[in-house]
């Protein structure tokens, strides 16, 4: 098992290109995550998804679109980047069957917008 | 919105002295998760904790919920160079939800 990848890994853009991440889970998960994380503030929920075909707003939505059309697959869409969204991106998945809603994370892309 | 709070923000230690991390939340949770991430790596789940006042233990780790579920503490005793992190409280704010917000971390350095 892989767990949780993500694609690029590394990536610089200049202010109003436009980019796709890939986030790819080979575990059967319901539920995955975007996240960003900055320094000091630790990681904040961009949008995030509980099934295949489905995503929901998290706590910093503006600038980035998702989509959830395979259940192992969440792909995050930046249409205009800005150098606000340079950051470090996590993806992460966890299992709805669990009592215990373990999030297993990727390894990561960073961003570094012009 | 929700907000979650941790302190210390940075703690330097001496190897084999005691660690402990605050977690505040402006919120009650449901349940809570401590994460580590190593420098340079990916957070890693550590533990859950559901029941108010619940307090688990992972060898050195003691981990704590608040009877009002609206803190946590997770505190590290004769601490290790391996224990150099950061760590990560979440919860969300509403059962049954998966929108986790994360803590602002606390930065742990181990002085051999």
């Known amino acids: 098992n892989a767990g949780v990848t993500q694609t690029p890994k590394f990536r610089v853009l200049k202010t109003g290109q436009s980019m796709t991440l890939l986030c790819a889970q080979d575990?059967?998960?319901?539920?995955m995550y975007w996240y960003r994380q900055d320094p000091g503030m630790g990681l904040r929920l961009i949008h995030y998804?509980?099934?295949?075909?489905?995503?929901a707003k998290g706590e910093v939505p503006d600038g980035y679109n998702v989509s959830r059309l395979k259940k192992q697959n969440f792909l995050l869409g930046l249409e205009s980047a800005a150098p606000s969204q340079t950051s470090v991106y996590f993806c992460?998945?966890?299992?709805?069957?669990?009592?215990?809603?373990?999030?297993?994370f990727g390894p990561g892309t960073r961003l570094l917008v012009l | 919105g929700q907000q979650v709070m941790q302190i210390p923000q940075y703690q330097h230690v001496q190897e084999g002295e005691d660690f402990t991390t605050y977690c505040n939340s402006s919120t009650t949770l449901s349940n809570i998760q401590w994460y580590k991430q190593r420098p340079g790596g990916h957070p890693v789940f550590l533990i859950q904790l559901v029941k108010s006042g619940e307090v688990k233990k992972q060898k050195r780790l003691t981990f704590q919920f608040g009877e009002a579920k609206k803190n946590s503490s997770l505190h590290i005793t004769a601490t290790q160079t391996t224990d150099v992190g950061t760590y990560f409280c979440?919860?969300?704010?509403?059962?049954?939800?998966?929108?986790?917000?994360f803590g602002t971390g606390t930065r742990l350095k181990v002085l051999a």
């Open positions: 998804s509980v099934g295949e075909g489905t995503t």
């Open positions: 979440a919860g969300p704010p509403t059962s049954g939800t998966y929108k986790y917000i």
């Open positions: 992460a998945s966890s299992y709805s069957g669990q009592a215990t809603k373990t999030q297993y």
């Open positions: 575990m059967n998960h319901e539920y």
